[in-house]
């Protein structure tokens, strides 16, 4: 076989490869939809701690540029509601943190997944701390679970049921 018997073989299948992977974005599927009334079912969780104690429900809305969480949480005869917004195009949003501490956050999809890295100040004066909460649905949309890893400790699992 010569180069150029070679060559043309090869460009009809470039270019068919070119092609697909040119137009997979166009083809892409639509991030889940996180929207819904949500409770936590601690039973289901993984290192949750006290975290284990607390009553949740939580409410999304969702639009194709902003994720809305409002929650509810219940803890030792004490209720504390929060609001969270995450931007979808990945812009910094400062939020309020579960213990009150605020941080940025910055939202970004991987694949079905929410991926948001939290940054706040720590107690050390000048220096900062970082978590990651990934957010994800299962595959039949009825439990959304949610994984915060933050350095090198077990991340913590929380697992919700939608609500009807």
């Known amino acids: 076989m010569n180069r150029r018997t070679l060559h043309l073989i090869t460009t009809p299948a470039l270019a068919v490869l070119l092609l697909v992977t040119g137009l997979a974005p166009v083809f892409a599927a639509d991030p889940p939809s996180f929207a819904g009334t949500w409770v936590l079912n601690t ?51 400062n939020n309020e ?13 991987d694949g079905n ?31 959304m679970k949610v994984t915060t890893t933050r350095g090198t400790k077990p991340p913590m699992v929380m697992v919700y049921e939608r609500q009807k």
Do not use: C, H
């Open 97 to 109: 943190g579960p213990m009150g501490s605020r941080g940025d956050t910055v939202a970004k999809w």
């Open 43 to 93: 039973k289901k969780g993984e290192n949750l701690g006290m975290m284990s104690a607390v009553k949740e429900t939580t409410k999304i809305a969702q639009t194709p540029q902003q994720l809305k969480i409002e929650s509810s949480a219940g803890f030792m005869g004490t209720t504390s509601e929060r609001t969270v917004t995450y931007d979808l195009a990945g812009k910094p949003v």
């Open 113 to 143: 997944k929410l991926v948001v890295t939290w940054t706040e100040p720590s107690a050390i004066p000048g220096s900062k701390i970082q978590k990651v909460e990934t957010r994800e649905l299962s595959a039949d949309g009825k439990e």
